[in-house]
């Protein structure tokens, strides 16, 4: 949180990242890994943590592949 805190003091860019699977599709590696289905976009699990959650304007990437 305080290396967030700092970049954000010094307005570098900010990039977070979040695992999240739509539990829909066709994804051979959700067979492969199945608590994988999961990381659903309302589970608790993938939410950010609070202390390090985006604000806005900070960029999001969603993975939704391996």
């Known amino acids: 949180a305080g290396l967030l805190d700092e970049a954000r003091r010094r307005a570098w860019p900010i990039a ?3 695992i999240v699977f739509d539990g829909g599709a066709e994804q ?5 890994v199945p608590s994988l ?10 939410a950010f943590v609070d202390a390090l ?12 592949v391996p």
């Open 37 to 46: 289905w999961d990381l659903t976009p309302t589970n608790p699990a993938v």
């Open 53 to 64: 959650a985006p604000l806005p304007g900070e960029h999001v990437v969603r993975k939704t």
């Open 16 to 18: 977070h990242s979040q």
């Open 28 to 32: 051979p590696w959700l067979e492969k």
